[in-house]
């Protein structure tokens, strides 16, 4: 009888290990994929970040910014706001290359609701100029939040 009682302690001991191994794994999981989502979300945003200063100061294209205005920034910037600003890059031409982008990207919640902060200094002929753009990823795809442009004055 004593047999039956040890061989059923080293069985549920051996259980409890398995049970402990699996919860490890599955929170070392977790962690895994929180760090590589982070890392995914801040290259992308600076991808996103780069490709609207491209976009909108070089290409010049209305499309892009039309079409990726957060519900917000399409209050703020109606149609013919939107197309001011692409005008005034018109007018402006293209800048220098390569345009020189101070990034920042930051996590509300240490991994998520990721907002990122671009800070473009532009050499155009006519003088420098600045586009401060800020992109987040509230659902489903980039948007830009809020841009502003700032050209010295000519004289």
């Not at 191994?21 to 070392?28: F, Y």
């Amino acid at each position: 009888m004593n047999k039956l009682k040890l061989d059923y302690r080293s069985r549920a001991s051996g259980q409890g290990l398995v049970v402990v191994i699996i919860l490890l794994a599955l929170i070392g999981g977790g962690v895994w994929w929180l760090f590589s989502n982070k890392q995914t979300m801040n290259r992308e945003a600076r991808a996103f970040g780069k490709e609207a200063v491209e976009r909108l100061v070089v290409q010049h294209d209305p499309a892009f910014l039309a079409n990726n205005l957060s519900p917000q920034a399409r209050l703020e910037n109606p149609p013919s706001q939107q197309q001011y600003v692409i005008s005034k890059f018109q007018q402006l031409g293209v800048p220098a290359q390569p345009i020189a982008i101070d990034e920042v990207v930051t996590f509300e919640s240490h991994f998520f609701e990721p907002k990122g902060y671009f800070t473009a200094h532009l050499n155009y002929p006519a003088g420098p100029a600045t586009l401060q753009i800020a992109v987040s990823h509230p659902v489903g795809k980039w948007q830009l939040d809020n841009f502003t442009f700032t050209a010295s004055q000519v004289k």
